[in-house]
């Protein structure tokens, strides 16, 4: 049994901050790249950052290059979703998800690679 569980959503000014973390727990067994996607109303669900097990590599979406930094705690089993700069256009269901790998210097960016997936989290930037 794999799990995650995203926190840290909810409503934010633009121009504002939100921090979204993702706890992983379960039996895994190897070695896993993370990533966030998240889902507008109507939207597909779209890439937005992806880091690699040992956390050297990551990789952004071009719409948050520059403006969200993604991290993860190998200790803890968490990955984490900085968003500074928050746009009306950020405003979406974000999901952390688990891609599993053999490699330390890995990024998953497509929605295939992933296998395991969290609830979601709301997140709502007002102008």
């Known amino acids: 049994q794999v799990q995650l569980v995203e926190s840290g959503g909810g409503l934010a000014q633009a121009g504002g901050s939100l921090r979204l973390s993702c706890a992983v727990s379960g039996r895994t067994f190897s070695r896993y790249a993370l990533g966030w996607f998240r889902q507008a109303p109507g939207a597909e669900r779209e890439f937005v950052a992806g880091i690699g097990w040992n956390g050297e590599l990551d990789f952004y979406a071009d719409p948050v290059k520059g403006r969200f930094s993604i991290s993860r705690d190998n200790a803890k089993n968490t990955v984490t979703l900085r968003m500074n700069s928050l746009e009306p256009e950020d405003t979406a269901v974000y999901y952390c998800?688990?891609?599993?790998?053999?490699?330390?210097?890995?990024?998953?960016?497509?929605?295939?690679?992933?296998?395991?997936w969290g609830q979601g989290t709301q997140v709502t930037v007002s102008s």
């Open positions: 998800g688990l891609c599993p790998t053999h490699h330390n210097h890995y990024v998953c960016r497509s929605f295939e690679e992933y296998r395991y």
